[in-house]
C-alpha cells in the first residue's frame, strides 16, 4: 500500500514538471487570423490574413465575465485590402479593420440588470437591492439570492407532454413552436396543433361571442316590439272607453231617434192612402 502511494506520488510530480507554464494575456492588440469574407463564404482569395485584433483580459479584474477588451477610438485603422473573387478572377478592394490600440471597458449597462437590482458603473456589476426582505414571487416562482431574481421552484415538474418544451421563463410546459408554416393555420396554445382559422378554437370563441352577441340583439328587439304592441292596446282602450265610445253612445241614440221619425212619417202615409 505505502509502495502504491508513492508510486502516485513519483507520476504526478513527474506529470507537473513536464506541464508548461504560459503568462496571462492581458488586454491588448495581437496578430489574430482574420477570414477577408466577413460572411464566410470564403470568396475571395486569400481567405485568411493577418491582422490585428483586440484580445485578452487582465488579471487583475475581479469580475472578468463583465468586462471586454475593444479598441480605442485612435486604435480602429481601416486599411484598403486587394483581393481577388475566386469565381471571376476580379482584383476587388475590401475595407478592413486593424486594431492597433486596445482598452478594458465594462460590458454591462442599466439594460444589463433586472428589476431586483441596480447598475454600478464603478463596480461594473448589478447589485442586488434586497439583502434580507425578499420580494413576493408569483406562483410557482421562489426568490434566488444568487441570482437577486424570482426563479422557477426546482421542486416544479420539467416533465413536459410531446410537442412542449418547458419554458423557465414562465415555469411551465409551453408549444415547441410558437408558429405554424401555413400562414392560414393558428396554433392551438393547449394542443400545440396547428388549426385551420375557421376552426381554430380561438376563432370558435370569436364566432360563438358574436352569434350570443346577435342573439341577444334579436331577443331585446322583439321584447322592444312587444312593449310597443301592449302600450298601443292600452292608448286604444283607454280612447275609446273615455273619447269614442261616448260618442258613439249619443250617435247610436240619435240613429234610434231618426228611425223612429222615418217610421213615423212611414205609418203617417200609409194612414192618409188608406
Known sequence: MILKGLLIILVSFNSFSNATSLENVD????????????????????????????????NLIP???????VP????VKKIDLTVVKEQTHEFVTLAVENNT????????NDKSCNSYQTFSNDNCECTCNYDKNFPVCNLNFVWSKTDCNCICS????????????????????KCSSSTCPNPNQVLDPISCNCLDKQKSPSTGRREEVKVCKNSISMFKFLIGLVIEAIF???LFTLLYCFFFKPKLTVLSK??????NSVNAYCNGLHATDV
Not at 469580475?63 to 477588451?69: D, F, I, L, R, S
Open 72 to 75: 480605442t477610438q485612435k486604435g
Open 27 to 58: 488586454c491588448g492588440s495581437y496578430v489574430d487570423y482574420v477570414d477577408t469574407d466577413d460572411q464566410g463564404h470564403f470568396r475571395f482569395l486569400p481567405r485568411v490574413v493577418k491582422l490585428n485584433r483586440c484580445r485578452g483580459v487582465d
Open 63 to 69: 469580475n472578468p465575465h463583465n468586462y471586454k477588451c
Open 154 to 173: 426546482p421542486s416544479k415538474s420539467r416533465n413536459c407532454p410531446l410537442g412542449k418544451q418547458f419554458n423557465e421563463d414562465e415555469c411551465d410546459c
Open 254 to 259: 240619435q240613429t234610434v231617434k231618426l228611425e
Open 232 to 234: 298601443f292596446i292600452l
Open 101 to 108: 490600440e486596445c482598452q478594458t471597458v465594462c460590458s454591462l
